[in-house]
């Protein structure tokens, strides 16, 4: 499976000049310039991880993060952030993200990040489907014990 992944930051050329790089790797990436306009583009797009900028006019990233994770909890989010708002990158964490990157950040981290990010999402559905199949397919105990019932 390819990783999908999606930029949220209000800053258009930061915005396109990213996107271009991670399409030149080979990178499937959505943007978006707010919260709000992520989130609608989440619900049509299958997105595995999201880079969130902690600080955006309207909706901030921690409001956004929230509303990710509300909604779309296998989402991995990577919150993006500044010098002067380190508090959030630690509000972020506690509130689901799954990392974060100091703002200017390259983009050889931006993708380490996202791949880790990938991982620990494909990891979690494999967990996920494990446990639907368990309740699916009984012990062998299980169905001795229906067995004796009947």
Known sequence: ???????????????????????????????????GEALEKLRTGNVHVVILDVKMPGMDGIAALREIKRQFPTIEVIMLTGHATVESAIDGLKTGATDYLMKPTDI???????EEAFMKRQNLEEKIRVARMRKIVKSPREIINEMDKT
């Open 1 to 35: 499976m390819k990783m999908k992944m999606m930029l949220v930051d209000d800053e258009e050329r930061f915005l396109s000049t990213t996107q271009k790089l991670l399409s030149k790797k080979g990178y499937d990436v959505l943007t978006a310039t707010s919260g």
């Open 108 to 114: 050889d981290e931006i993708i380490e990040k996202a």
